[in-house]
């Protein structure tokens, strides 16, 4: 079961594939070891400080990470409170908006009220000045007649005390 036999047959090749593969690379390995060994240790060595030295920077971003997540953390805490303390100084500020304009509608709706009762006060003055002025022309149109009137009244009745005067002047005599 050697490779090269020296049996009766003579000088021949082994058929047997599994010795002959094994042989075969044994022989490969062997000879990779002693020639190419040294080149690719050194192949080996400088893949070997790569991944260490990237390994190291890794670490290195990884510790800068932590960092600017703490960073990033303060940031949001920050953030936060500062949040609430806008939210309350709004609903502060909302609240005295709303108030202001309340007070405002307020005071508009008193101004129209009360330049609502000013336009009645002016009518009912313009109603009373409308109605004093058909008075008095009513008066002046009547006054001519009732004047008239008084007078004949009035003579009338100077006459029947005239008269009266002297019946009872007459009766005393």
Do not use: C, D
């Given at each position: 079961m050697h490779v090269f036999s020296l049996s009766h047959e003579?000088?021949?090749?082994?058929?047997?594939?599994?010795?002959?593969?094994?042989?075969n690379l044994a022989v490969v390995i062997w000879l990779v070891v002693?020639?190419?060994?040294?080149?690719?240790a050194g192949i080996l060595e400088k893949r070997r400080e790569n991944i260490t030295s990237m390994i190291a920077?890794?670490?290195?971003k990884y510790k800068e990470a932590l960092a600017l997540r703490r960073v990033a953390q303060?940031?949001?805490?920050?953030?936060?409170?500062?949040?609430?303390i806008i939210q309350s100084e709004g609903r502060i500020v909302?609240?005295?908006?709303y108030l202001n304009v309340l007070k405002e509608a307020r005071e508009e709706d008193l101004r129209l009220k009360r330049t609502e009762f000013e336009k009645r006060q002016q009518i009912q003055v313009q109603s009373n000045e409308y109605i004093r002025s058909t008075l008095?022309?009513?008066?002046?149109?009547?006054a001519?007649?009732?004047?008239?009137?008084?007078f004949q009244d009035a003579a009338t009745r100077k006459a029947t005390t005239l008269n009266w005067i002297e019946k009872a002047s007459l009766s005393i005599l």
């Open positions: 003579g000088f021949g090749l082994n058929t047997n594939i599994l010795e002959t593969n094994i042989l002693t020639n190419l060994g040294p080149e690719y920077r890794v670490e290195e303060l940031q949001v805490i920050e953030a936060k409170s500062k949040a609430v909302t609240k005295q908006i008095v022309r009513l008066l002046f149109a009547k001519p007649s009732f004047v008239k009137e008084e």
